[in-house]
């Protein structure tokens, strides 16, 4: 996961065809999971193609989804 992405491409990724989501700096592609999260697919949407880490630790979520999301993972945002 060293690929290093730049938010100019990570903004094209901001919707159900393409759902990418950065959470402290990791870039996500969620494209598969978006009709499966348990919270609905409109709180990803709501973060696609921005950072959602925020969010993320708002909802407070739990040791096993945050081993889920390695999966997911593409690369991180280029400095």
């Known amino acids: 996961m060293s690929q ?6 990570i903004e094209k990724h901001a919707d159900i065809s393409s759902c990418w989501v950065v959470i ?3 870039v996500y592609d969620l494209t598969a999971f978006v009709s499966e999260h348990p919270g609905g697919p409109d709180i990803l949407l709501d973060v696609a193609g921005g950072d959602g880490s925020e969010l993320f630790e708002d909802i407070g979520h739990t040791s096993s989804a945050r081993a889920m999301m390695t999966q997911y993972a593409i690369g991180e945002v280029e400095d």
Do not use: A, I, N, R
Request: net charge neutral; hydrophobic share 20%; glycine share 12%.
């Open 4 to 9: 290093q992405l730049p938010w100019s491409e």
């Open 24 to 26: 402290h700096g990791k």
